[in-house]
């Protein structure tokens, strides 16, 4: 392990780090605990950059989308999905950095031929915004762009609130969004590839919103990244 700058061990005495999935005091600069780094559920490659899952699991027959490809190098299960939804509502910088690291990875290694001009994010409304405080995946997006050397273009707005995904079945999940996201105003697109940055993908559809969004704008292809994807059964993509 890479020695830490003094006066990051200094703080992790008053402020001891923890673990990016279950929250167990770790070592300074030791990310994950010994426990769960040994139980992850890493996908393994090759993925199928159509549903963003392993091909053992893939279950879209690679059926085309407006969403060009998308990659997440974890499945949304055991100590990820614990890290996740902690990460939702007491997200760390420290916790951010990770999963941003293990996605710019992916990213580069899935997308290694793609040149972005820009890395955006999912939109939240102002009403969530407010309560949380801030933007899970805008924050995962802006680390994501600095891994990648690439700018990050906040590039769409929510027009109205929506249930949150999770709580609509799947078959509903393209409904619940439709019109409800739009481009920023002034919003430069264009011509343009965009990697768009969630935390989580389950059935795709609010990547595969963004990405309809981008292109009526005339981004000319738009691809997605998340740090995990959901295990999908059969006719859910």
Do not use: H
Request: charged fraction near 25%; glycine fraction near 6%; aromatic fraction near 8%.
């Amino acid at each position: 392990m890479k020695k830490l700058p003094l006066s990051r061990r200094v703080l992790a005495v008053f402020f001891p780090e923890r673990c990016a999935f279950c929250d167990t005091v770790v070592y300074a600069g030791m990310p994950v605990c010994e426990r769960c780094n040994a139980t992850l559920p890493r996908q393994e490659r090759p993925l199928c950059l159509r549903c963003g899952l392993s091909k053992a699991y893939c279950t879209c027959k690679s059926t085309a989308t407006v969403l060009d490809a998308v990659c997440a190098p974890f499945l949304y299960e055991g100590a990820v999905k614990r890290g996740v939804l902690r990460f939702k509502e007491n997200a760390t910088a420290l916790t951010a950095a990770y999963y941003a690291k293990e996605i710019a990875e992916t990213v580069k290694q899935e997308f290694e031929d793609v040149a972005f001009d820009g890395v955006t994010f999912v939109p939240m409304d102002k009403d969530d915004f407010r309560e949380r405080g801030y933007n899970q995946s805008e924050w995962l997006a802006r680390e994501v762009a600095k891994r990648l050397n690439v700018p990050l273009v906040p590039t769409l707005c929510k027009a109205f609130p929506t249930k949150p995904q999770k709580e609509v079945p799947a078959a509903e999940r393209e409904g619940n969004l439709r019109g409800a996201l739009d481009c920023l105003l002034n919003a430069d697109v264009a011509d343009k590839r965009f990697l768009v940055v969630d935390d989580v993908c389950t059935t795709g559809a609010t990547l595969r919103e963004c990405a309809l969004i981008l292109k009526i704008y005339g981004a000319s292809a738009v691809f997605g990244a998340t740090l995990a994807k959901t295990r999908l059964e059969r006719g859910d993509f």
